[in-house]
């Protein structure tokens, strides 16, 4: 079976356009995940997803672990069959859903125990048993097991955090093996600290991964300090392996962190925000509830080929939102996973023919022409 490699095919100042080769397909970077938490992004078929241009999906460690269990996803032919998805998959250590579980979990050298949110029960995950439960997932691209903290935090914590987290990612390599046509990505840690991180991407690139994450940002830190601590922290990477910032995030972050040399990210956000009337558009946001829409024959972005855009006006969206139809999160999410995806292309085509700043300059003076709606 074939390695999982990556090829940088372009840069513009620090933004990177490349293609991720694994053996179920190529993911082109920058790339944007949906997210399936529970093997499914939410309110979408599969092939939907697909269709907005998604490469890879990401899936959780966590909840898959507890609902329906890994090892019933293995017996059932791996997540791929399960979720009738067979492009690659990411998967998440299950790391920071645990560490958000705040009085439900203990934390030690070995790892964490900790409560099922669902049902009480207890259970433990050490970077040894992320890293099986992960194979039984059969994902394309396995996250190192990490501790997350949440910031803001004093540099104590940070180091301590910091410095467990890569002997953790020590041994989710060892655990991990030779696994011909999978790829391990390890997790700079650091919070807002330079060298911190910087101390983090040496360990890391020490060990060696396929892929490596920027971590630990996007958890109650302010974009702009998200981005100032992104100015230094992916240049600290190996140049020839992706670069993942989990968890991120709006439109603004994204195109904000594929400047600063981000190659991958992910979010929950265009399905969550889909399934609450929040629609994502090239001149704004959208809160399509708002009775201004009640008599709309527009699209919601003239420019969108997804269905809510090229079949539905405005008017019926808002209708079946506030009718509560099942129909309105579908076709929402939709638009913005094809919006997002929209993107991503942009980037790249832009990446490719040394007009990344020309593009970012006209995606903010479109949105800034736009209106942000009241909620």
């Not at 840069?11 to 949906?34: C, L, V």
């Not at 934390?107 to 890293?131: A, N």
């Not at 609450?276 to 969108?304: M, S, W, Y």
Request: charged residues 25%.
């Amino acid at each position: 079976m074939t390695k999982v490699t990556f090829d940088l095919h372009a840069t513009d100042g620090k933004a990177r356009t490349g293609q991720i080769n694994t053996p179920r397909g190529e993911i082109r970077t920058p790339a944007f995940m949906p997210v399936g938490t529970a093997a499914t992004v939410k309110a979408m078929m599969p092939e939907s997803v697909r269709s907005t241009g998604a490469d890879i999906l990401l899936g959780n460690t966590y909840h898959l672990m507890l609902r329906p269990t890994a090892e019933r996803i293995e017996r059932l032919g791996g997540l791929h069959k399960f979720m009738n998805w067979e492009r690659p998959i990411l998967t998440d250590s299950g790391g920071f859903q645990v560490m958000s579980l705040a009085g439900l979990r203990k934390l030690t050298e070995q790892g964490v125990t900790f409560k099922s949110h669902i049902d009480g029960s207890s259970h433990e995950i050490t970077p040894e048993r992320s890293m099986e439960i992960q194979r039984m997932l059969g994902s394309d691209i396995v996250m190192c097991f990490d501790e997350c903290p949440a910031l803001p935090a004093d540099r104590k914590r940070i180091a301590e955090s910091m410095r467990m987290s890569m002997r953790w990612a020590d041994r989710s390599k060892v655990a991990f093996g030779d696994r011909p046509g999978h790829a391990l990505f390890g997790i700079m840690q650091g919070g807002l600290e330079m060298d911190f991180r910087e101390e983090s991407a040496n360990a890391l690139t020490d060990i060696g991964f396929d892929g490596y994450a920027v971590g630990g940002l996007a958890v109650g830190e302010g974009q702009q300090a998200m981005f100032d601590c992104l100015d230094y922290a992916p240049d600290m990477l190996p140049t020839d392996k992706p670069r993942y910032l989990m968890g991120v995030g709006k439109p603004d972050d994204i195109v904000g962190a594929v400047a600063r040399g981000i190659d991958m990210m992910d979010c929950v956000l265009p399905s969550r925000s889909g399934r609450t009337g929040q629609v994502f558009t090239r001149h704004g946001v959208v809160n399509i509830k708002n009775a201004r829409h009640a008599d709309d024959p527009r699209p919601l972005d003239e420019n969108c080929s997804c269905p809510a855009c090229s079949n539905y006006s405005r008017a019926y969206l808002n209708h079946v939102f506030r009718s509560n139809e099942m129909i309105s999160g579908m076709l929402l999410t939709w638009h913005n996973l094809q919006y997002f995806q929209d993107i991503m292309q942009g980037m790249r085509d832009a990446i490719g023919a040394g007009t990344f700043e020309t593009w970012q300059k006209d995606f903010h003076d479109g949105r800034a022409q736009g209106d942000i709606e009241p909620l």
